[in-house]
């Protein structure tokens, strides 16, 4: 057991260590003026410190092989297995490009068709006729194979974003990763936007490219052949040597630009969850006049945005500069290949009719190959793109992995934590097994501090053992670490030293938390209620109405009952954090508990909002229960329904006395 927690110990700090690093590494000669001002200014975005700049991963963010490397997992993740739908319509999509190649070649030939049977010294009406027919067929395999290719492109879209988002999310929501990386990783911006926004983009980016990427490698080889059978080596090697050359040039110019779009694509998301924080907070803000300041400060985000998006566009201005430039070049570049001999006398035995029809022969091949390259340089504004959405997703997969380790770690550590596998599942929410136990933690020598502040000593060598039948207060000033001490037992933060073992089940059989700030998830009434459960009974008529109803009533939720249309609702959105005083979201959080009955309730000030009497029927029905409560809380009145107080006093001591 001692080795278990050695090595949870060991995780945690090391986990501290690389949030350390990371900070460490940032660049504080950052290029941006700006963003200092705005960021003294606004709180991270899902995160409570001061936000970091994560300069470190702008730094990285080129065409290098990070990207090689994060676009490869990427690909592993679109294309999980050599049999799989996405590969099946890659597949397809390059039979449909391939065809698409033949026809358009096809296509390009009907004019000169026309010409030749119009200009016929004797045209025949049959024979326009039949090519007029012909061509017709070619012209409508032509829009049908591309219109399939555009639908393939799209379906894979659709199928790449759902893959990404699913692996995505299948990290996010593991255990508490979400909460790590919002909350407590501060080099982690916005990764809701990373999710929904630049998962799409990268798809979107990626679907439109991959045509051309796929069916190249063929018109290449062919062409390349071509242009060898009438130019010789001279031809396709002086063609390869200018497209090395531009693709050289062009990755110098593109690399900056890559890391100015991840770049903006952070302020993108700052910006958003700017407007998100309005919008979620718009009453307080009301109450406060607040209007001029928080005008200010969106505009900051704005400006900063802008200014960014400013030399963003300013730099694929050479970028397009040099991607036209080698458009242009390119259609002259076989009259210059030509030229040299020409003009160092070469051909000078040649006549000039000669001399012309070798040009035009050269010239036809060396354009089409020329053109196969110009379609690949063309996608260079769309490769900038690609790569900056590639890091960014990349960067949140490899946060999301390492989080996901360390907490796994710690799970697997934690030999004797029953709720330690806090899957998402309802089966193991709701075990048949009895997992009851007359103890719910057992803290040894616990020594706390919040995560990045090691020096902070909040709580030191707290030994604490928390057993059913024997309610416990946690009291103390203002942030002398109450609700940091529920972290710690809820496994949500590290310890600096000893050990929490946590001996009932988390979850709504075992221990359950009520949090300071209610969470109230979308959905109806009985959603909240049955929360954390997803749907116990879909699409009948629960036998826990008749519990819920009287839950409802004893604790005067009617009125909530009413507004909800019921406990099933109206199918439209609700956000109860609008529509719902703090007092009956607590009111909602009790609702909860006295569904659950669990053996243990552990309350974060749950009853702050609600007046002496509400608190007095509360506490009553909870004893009723037969629940033990573990409280946090400020009030005196709540001592009577407790037998310890725990007294911190916020700089590492703490207290713990029977009340009388
Ligand atoms: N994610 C975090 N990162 C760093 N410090 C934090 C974090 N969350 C809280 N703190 C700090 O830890 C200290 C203890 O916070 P805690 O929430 O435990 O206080 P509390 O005793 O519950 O206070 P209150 O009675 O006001 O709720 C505070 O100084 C707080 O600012």
Excluded at 216 to 231: A, K, R, V
Aim: net charge negative; proline share 4%.
């Amino acid at each position: 057991m001692a080795s278990c927690r050695e090595r949870r110990r060991d995780t945690d700090s090391s986990l501290l260590l690389d949030v350390e690093e990371e900070d460490r590494d940032m660049d504080t000669k950052d290029e941006d003026h700006i963003e200092p001002q705005v960021e003294a200014m606004t709180p991270k975005p899902g995160n409570i410190g001061p936000k970091m700049q994560n300069s470190s991963t702008r730094r990285n963010a080129a065409l290098n092989i990070l990207f090689c490397r994060r676009f490869w997992s990427l690909l592993k993740v679109i294309f999980p297995k050599l049999i799989s739908p996405t590969f099946l319509m890659f597949c397809t999509l390059l039979a449909v490009c391939l065809l698409e190649q033949v026809v358009i070649y096809q296509t390009g030939l009907i004019p000169s068709q026309f010409v030749k049977i119009l200009a016929a010294e004797n045209p025949q009406k049959s024979e326009f006729m039949t090519r007029l027919w012909l061509s017709l067929i070619i012209i409508g395999l032509n829009s049908t194979l591309k219109s399939l290719d555009g639908y393939v492109s799209s379906l894979m879209y659709v199928k790449w974003r759902r893959l990404i988002c699913h692996r995505l999310h299948q990290k996010y929501f593991q255990d508490t990763v979400y909460y790590q990386l919002n909350v407590l990783q501060e080099n982690m911006d916005n990764p809701d936007q990373r999710i929904s926004q630049d998962v799409e983009r990268f798809c979107k980016q990626f679907s439109l490219m991959i045509a051309v990427i796929i069916i190249s490698p063929f018109t290449i080889g062919y062409y390349t052949y071509q242009c060898y059978i009438s130019t010789g080596w001279q031809g396709p090697v002086s063609i390869f040597v200018y497209f090395v050359t531009g693709t050289i040039i062009n990755k110098f110019i593109m690399s900056p630009i890559v890391s100015l779009l991840v770049r903006q694509e952070k302020l993108e998301g700052d910006f958003r969850f700017k407007h998100m924080q309005i919008r979620v907070n718009a009453e307080s803000a009301a109450f406060y006049r607040a209007c001029q300041v928080e005008l200010m400060k969106t505009n900051f985000r704005l400006h900063s945005l802008l200014d960014t998006q400013t030399r963003l566009i300013n730099r694929e201005f050479w970028l397009n500069f040099a991607v036209n430039m080698f458009d242009y070049v390119g259609s002259i570049l076989s009259y210059i290949v030509i030229a040299i001999p020409i003009l160092s006398g070469a051909y000078s035995h040649m006549a000039p009719n000669e001399i012309s029809s070798l040009v035009s022969k050269n010239a036809f091949v060396s354009i089409y190959l020329i053109g196969c390259f110009s379609g690949l340089i063309d996608l260079s504004t769309k490769l900038t793109d690609l790569a900056g959405y590639t890091h960014r997703i990349g960067e949140l997969l490899e946060s999301l992995e390492k989080t996901e380790k360390g907490t796994m770690e710690d799970l697997t550590n934690q030999s004797t934590d029953p709720g330690g596998d806090d899957s998402c599942e309802n089966t193991s929410l709701y075990s048949n097994e009895s997992t009851q136990s007359n103890k719910a933690f057992q803290l040894e020598s616990v020594t706390l501090t919040p995560p990045s502040l090691q020096n902070r000593v909040l709580i030191r060598d707290l030994t604490l053992e928390i057993e059913a039948g024997r309610n416990l207060l946690i009291v103390g000033n203002t942030g002398s670490g109450k609700s940091s001490l529920l972290r710690v037992l809820r496994g949500l933060w590290p310890t600096l030293g000893g050990s929490v073992e946590r001996i009932s089940p988390l979850g709504p059989q075992g221990v359950m938390f009520i949090p300071q700030k209610p969470y109230l998830t979308d959905g109806s009434l009985r959603e909240q209620i049955i929360y954390p459960l997803k749907d116990k009974y879909p699409g009948q008529v629960s036998p826990d109405d008749e519990i819920i109803m009287q839950n409802v009533e004893r604790l005067e939720l009617m009125s909530v009952f009413d507004r909800a249309k019921g406990l099933d609702g109206g199918t439209e959105w609700i956000n109860w954090y609008d529509v719902l005083s703090p007092g009956e979201m607590q009111r909602l959080s009790f609702a909860r508990l006295f569904f659950h009955q669990p053996q243990f309730a552990v309350l974060d000030e749950a009853t702050s909002a609600v007046s002496m009497e509400t608190e007095e029927l509360l506490y009553t029905i909870c004893k009723d229960m037969g629940m033990t409560v573990i409280s946090v809380g400020h009030r005196t009145s709540l001592r009577k329904f407790h037998d310890v107080e725990l007294k911190l006093d916020g700089h590492g001591g703490w207290k713990l006395e029977a009340i009388r």
